[in-house]
């Protein structure tokens, strides 16, 4: 990655843009889509559903938009670079014909994309909290910290399925119904105490439910990640974006061939 840095900052500038060429609205859309999500889930969920995430006293109808939202941004790290993952290397036939082209930097480049769209909510996260005069804590700045180990394990599937849909092509649409079961699965729209006792440690063994936790604390509430299982998902993280790596490494030679 580093040796191809200037490479991979150009073709994820053109991924980001490339998504908003063209509109009326243009960049302003990466502002403007984000906020208007969440007016429909305070809208929906505060005022529709009444509901309550129960961890911040006084946190009013917008304090579960904000953990929903959150979640949500944290979650599509992984789930846009899994549904894409599939089509990255068959979408760009042109790039395999060229011996001198790096090819493990199309997940990388994907990656950054969807990690740059999750910031910009996270911008407009920040924002409506001021404008609503809810504090913000220094535990923002561990962010990164946080979806640190979730950018690795997000690495790791991408290479991982762009590898694997070179061979198989009905792959995307069975990755999109398990990205959509995850979804639900992962404390998304509940927070881990609503889960029953018994269920609550299988919970625990989800990756995704541990960045999403830990990304709600640090960003509305205040309070610091649990550093030994944020550990056992920095572990898990290394040991996906390893055997990703080394199986996308291993198949590419046959890439040429295939298609």
Aim: contains cysteine; proline residues 4%; aromatic residues 16%.
């Amino acid at each position: 990655m580093w040796k191809y840095r200037e490479l991979v900052k150009q073709l994820t500038i053109r991924e980001v843009f490339t998504k908003y060429k063209g509109s009326y609205l243009g960049f302003t859309l990466a502002f403007l889509q984000p906020l208007m999500l969440l007016a429909v889930y305070t809208y929906v969920f505060s005022v529709i559903f009444n509901m309550k995430w129960g961890i911040a006293q006084h946190e009013g109808r917008l304090g579960f938009a904000l953990a929903l939202f959150v979640g949500i941004l944290t979650f599509n790290i992984l789930g846009e670079v899994a549904n894409a993952a599939p089509t990255l290397i068959i979408s760009h036939v042109n790039y395999v014909k060229k011996v001198v082209f790096p090819l493990e930097i199309l997940p990388i480049v994907k990656l950054l994309s969807t990690i740059t769209n999750s910031i910009f909510g996270i911008i407009i996260v920040l924002v409506t909290m001021i404008v609503s005069g809810r504090n913000l804590s220094w535990t923002i700045i561990l962010l990164p910290v946080v979806w640190f180990p979730l950018v690795l394990f997000s690495l790791g599937w991408g290479f991982l399925l762009s590898a694997l849909g070179v061979f198989i092509r009905d792959i995307g649409t069975t990755i999109g119904v398990f990205v959509n079961m995850l979804f639900f699965l992962s404390p998304i729209f509940y927070p881990l105490e609503a889960v029953p006792e018994r269920f609550r440690i299988a919970c625990r063994l989800n990756p995704i439910a541990l960045f999403v936790e830990d990304a709600r604390s640090v960003v509305l509430w205040g309070q610091l990640p649990d550093w030994r299982w944020y550990l056992c998902g920095v572990l898990c993280s290394v040991l996906m974006v390893i055997i990703g790596y080394l199986f996308f490494v291993k198949c590419k030679h046959a890439f040429a061939d295939v298609l």
